[in-house]
């Protein structure tokens, strides 16, 4: 069966390289499937161009990868399903079976799958799912609609190496950057996190040295890390540096990082590897003396071993007093960072921690901001306690903070590429 692998994703502030459709392709490939890639993030007339494509090429499966659901931030939100619908019915007229996968896709499957009306659809990692259902389609045997990938993704190992598939360079004048992963999953509880709570899958350190080395050797050197956060095992964290460093060279890289764990090791690693720019995740819920002397010991540590930090500040949850908010930004007002991003607008989704506060607290629902007058969740909805201007006045006049949202930029940006 022939596979056509869409991009639809069409955001630029900065555009994303499809990672997750790099590792399709190399699974692809792995088992001898017959493929090719459209990539429209900066097509002028993305809907024609995937009609000639499916019009030249008569793909069997139209696989599309769901990135986001929206840009997740209150101030200038975007709603992408829209898109993804309409490219699903160009595949469909083709007589295309539709799959669906990706981030985006995977925090409300069956939510989307009723609005696009796609055929199938991938939970989790697609990888190994992916050429299951493949198998299922060719010989008549499917029978569900939305498969687990992280059912089928096997302990530790990938029998698959990444697949350029992509024009880098495309990506890069546009302030682009070459993503890569560590791991899949994540064992925080962040209650507004879609990605809270799931399986870790810790890969092969030598080969993400391997694949590291493979993209080097085309001339890129500035990566970003696409884990949900780096520092879930320090052990493999310190194993992945060393790989880094020893099969592929030091490259510059930013990884995203929660408060613990850490040691000294790991923050010598990361600067042996040539990791120099990191974002730090983190709330106001914990304000208390020992918490703070902890945050101020990882930011001493990171700054020893020269990576730049920026902050991405969680603050006005539900129940939460907005002195938590003001005892932290004065905290880190003091501390050795370049920037920190004050979110307090929380883009509520279906299955959530957040969610399942406001569905059984009829109190929290007041707090609630609708993008749409649809009462689904799969359209944009917010959750904000705290009052903006008292936000505003708590980090006026200090430089390095930002309310975020309203500047379309990422860290990596603000730290400096």
């Not at 020992?290 to 540590?301: G, K, S, V």
């Not at 932290?328 to 991003?341: A, E, K, W, Y």
Request: charged fraction near 25%; charge should be neutral; proline fraction near 4%.
């Amino acid at each position: 069966m022939r596979v056509l692998l869409i991009n639809p994703n069409r955001y630029h502030f900065p555009p994303v390289l499809p990672v997750g459709i790099e590792y399709l392709a190399g699974s692809l490939t792995s088992h001898g499937k017959d493929f090719f890639v459209l990539d429209l993030c900066f097509s002028e007339n993305p809907e024609n161009e995937l009609l000639q494509t499916l019009e030249s090429c008569h793909p069997d499966i139209a696989a599309i990868s769901v990135r986001q659901t929206d840009t997740v931030l209150y101030h200038q939100n975007e709603f992408m399903l829209p898109g993804i619908r309409n490219f699903t019915g160009i595949c469909k007229s083709q007589g295309c079976i539709t799959v669906l996968g990706g981030s985006g896709f995977s925090i409300m499957p069956e939510e989307i799958m009723e609005y696009t009306n796609a055929d199938f659809g991938i939970y989790g990692p697609g990888e190994y799912s992916f050429i299951k259902l493949i198998n299922f389609i060719d010989n008549g045997q499917c029978k569900e609609k939305i498969l687990n990938g992280y059912a089928d993704f096997p302990s530790s190992t990938q029998d698959y190496q990444r697949e350029i598939v992509s024009d880098y360079s495309s990506y890069l004048k546009n302030d682009g950057v070459v993503g890569f992963r560590t791991q899949i999953g994540c064992d925080g509880k962040c209650i507004f996190c879609t990605e809270a709570d799931k399986r870790i899958i810790f890969h092969n350190p030598e080969k993400i040295g391997r694949e590291i080395a493979m993209i080097k050797k085309t001339g890129y050197q500035d990566f970003h890390l696409c884990d949900s956060e780096f520092n879930l095992n320090i052990r493999h964290c310190i194993e992945v540096c060393k790989a880094i460093k020893d099969i592929s060279g030091p490259v510059r890289w930013a990884l995203y990082m929660k408060p613990e764990p850490f040691n000294e090791d790991l923050f010598y690693w990361l600067h042996q590897s040539g990791a120099d720019r990191l974002t730090l995740s983190m709330d106001t819920l914990d304000t208390s003396n020992h918490y703070l002397r902890m945050i101020r010991d990882l930011l001493l540590l990171a700054n020893r071993h020269h990576l730049k930090v920026a902050i991405d500040l969680s603050t006005g949850l539900p129940y939460e007093d907005i002195q938590n908010a003001q005892k932290m930004i004065n905290f880190l007002d003091r501390q050795p960072v370049r920037t920190v991003g004050v979110n307090f607008f929380y883009r509520v989704y279906p299955g959530t921690g957040l969610y399942h506060m406001i569905r059984h607290d009829a109190g929290l629902q007041r707090f609630l901001i609708r993008s749409s007058e649809n009462e689904s969740f799969l359209y944009p909805v917010f959750f904000n306690c705290f009052d903006i201007s008292k936000m505003t006045r708590l980090v006026k006049k200090r430089k390095k903070f930002r309310i975020e949202g309203f500047e379309k930029a990422t860290n990596y940006q603000r730290l400096g590429k």
